[in-house]
């Protein structure tokens, strides 16, 4: 019988859900752009750290942010980047 620490977790992200979470992040580069910030580096830090602080307020992009699972966004930017479905 396994364990839970030999259980894989496969991720399920509806197309929907994906579009909502790519204009949320494309949302937030433009405000953290507009702001003056470099916007990779304030979402990688943000992502690594789950620090809001990274994410300025403007344009409400702290809260769109914080809406968005982390583990979702990271299996949607691996994807993407890989260009895999």
Request: without cysteine; proline residues 2%.
């Amino acid at each position: 019988m396994a364990n839970d620490k030999d259980t894989t977790i496969t991720f399920q992200i509806s197309h929907e859900k994906e579009l909502e979470t790519k204009q949320a992040l494309r949302d937030v580069y433009q405000a953290l752009k507009e702001k003056g910030y470099n916007p990779i580096n304030q979402i990688v830090g943000y992502i690594l750290s789950e620090d809001p602080t990274y994410i300025t307020n403007y344009k409400n992009a702290r809260g769109i942010i914080r809406k968005i699972d982390r583990d979702e966004l990271l299996n949607i930017l691996v994807r993407s980047y890989l260009n895999k479905e």
